[in-house]
């Protein structure tokens, strides 16, 4: 039995939800007339409180797309130094959109109200760089998984309006924080001009997202994604699955939360474990009393057949998801209390 934390964009459809997708009405949807496509769109923006929501084939695509929307070349975007839109995209702000990004140094990828008024370059002093958008992650990829406070969301709205900047939310694991924290959809659509979200981990579909905002901006979204290369024809295959994960994979989130804590109390149990990152989701983040011991680690591991991710300066990352069940579990914490080193 191979036990994949690596992430939770390793799980594969269940057998329900191919036979969600395998039933879903399709049509073309650069046409507009995929029905699947267009009832998880419809879903999607109401859910949001959003006019708005367009599929896209990846988290990137959608981020990119909204970069895109709120910017024009030379342009500045504000975010963290950890953003996944300055790190993991491939450096697509610069090339898509043609702008530089205002790294704010934060904590575990969040940053306060503050932070953003001082990295605001004066409009009006034509050398620096125009500051467009302010673009925060939630919850935070190298962050661990951790939720930012909804009041600091807020406070940082009431300074894109005071400073005319677009405000857009990474939102590929915002299920898990609006799990985590008991938190609605409605709240982030009133604050966020655009959120994407990914149905491609917590919620385990094969593919997919979602992009969704307000009419000033997605009235040119669907050119951008088929300049993007993201125009699909018969998707609905895959918005079925969409729509079958709204169903069933939300509120199940919290046992993924709860593995990845007992994980994470179990990693500190052990004597070659510096420091675990407090873990609110289903990410775990961990440093080894010696960075040079990673590899060692992670290749004992995989001798378990336990397979987790390294992100560099020392840092291991595990991430529980739906295909990692209640026996892998069990399987990993007896095998956390075997090690020898
Ligand atoms: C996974 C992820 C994305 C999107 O990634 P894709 O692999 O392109 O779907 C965007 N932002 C964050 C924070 C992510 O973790």
């Known amino acids: 039995m191979l036990i994949d934390l690596r992430s939770d964009t390793v799980t594969k459809p269940s057998p329900e939800m191919l036979e969600a997708m395998m039933a879903a009405k399709v049509g073309d949807d650069v046409y507009k007339e995929d029905e699947t496509i267009n009832l998880l769109e419809e879903r999607i923006a109401k859910m949001f409180g959003k006019p708005h929501a367009m599929f896209f084939p990846s988290g990137t695509m959608a981020n990119q ?17 950890y953003a996944h ?14 702008v530089s990004c205002k790294l704010i140094d934060g904590n575990r990828g969040m940053f306060n109200a503050q932070d953003v008024i001082d990295a605001i370059n004066p409009p009006e002093f034509y050398h620096n760089p125009l500051s467009k958008l302010v673009e925060v992650e939630n919850t935070t990829n190298k962050g661990g998984g951790a939720c930012w406070d909804f009041k600091e969301l807020e406070r940082i709205k009431s300074v894109c309006t005071a ?28 604050v966020f001009d655009t959120i994407s979200v990914c149905l491609s ?7 997919g997202s979602v ?15 088929k300049m ?22 939300i509120t199940r989130l919290s046992e993924d939360h709860n593995k990845a804590k007992e994980l994470g109390e179990h990693l500190k149990m052990l004597s070659v474990v510096k420091h675990v990152e407090q873990s609110e989701t289903n990410i775990v983040i961990f440093e080894l009393d010696e960075v040079k011991n990673s590899n060692a680690f992670i290749s004992k591991l995989k001798n378990y057949n336990i397979l987790i991710s ?17 026996d892998m579990h ?12």
């Not at 400073?163 to 985590?180: I, K, M, Q, S």
């Not at 981990?201 to 593919?207: A, D, E, F, N, V």
């Not at 390294?310 to 295909?323: E, F, I, P, S």
Request: hydrophobic letters at 35%; charged letters at 20%; a positive charge.
């Open 310 to 326: 390294d992100m560099g300066q020392g840092k291991l990352r595990l991430v529980t998801h739906l295909d990692y069940t209640n």
């Open 330 to 341: 069990s399987k990993v914490l007896d095998t956390f209390k075997a090690l020898k080193f």
């Open 228 to 249: 993007l290369g993201g125009g699909m024809r018969q998707g609905g295959f895959l918005a079925g699955a969409g729509l079958y994960a709204l169903d069933h994979n």
């Open 65 to 81: 797309t909204a970069i895109k929307l709120h910017t024009n070349p030379g342009d500045q975007v504000i975010c963290d130094k």
């Open 163 to 190: 400073h005319n900047l677009g405000y857009h939310l990474d939102g590929a694991r915002l299920w898990n924080a609006l799990v985590a924290k008991n938190e609605t959809t409605e709240q982030y659509g009133d």
């Open 201 to 207: 981990k917590g919620l385990g579909c094969p593919i």
């Open 211 to 225: 992009l969704t905002g307000d009419e000033k901006f997605m009235k040119n979204a669907l050119r951008i994604r």
């Open 85 to 98: 839109i300055y790190n993991y995209e491939g450096g697509g702000a610069s090339f898509n959109s043609g």
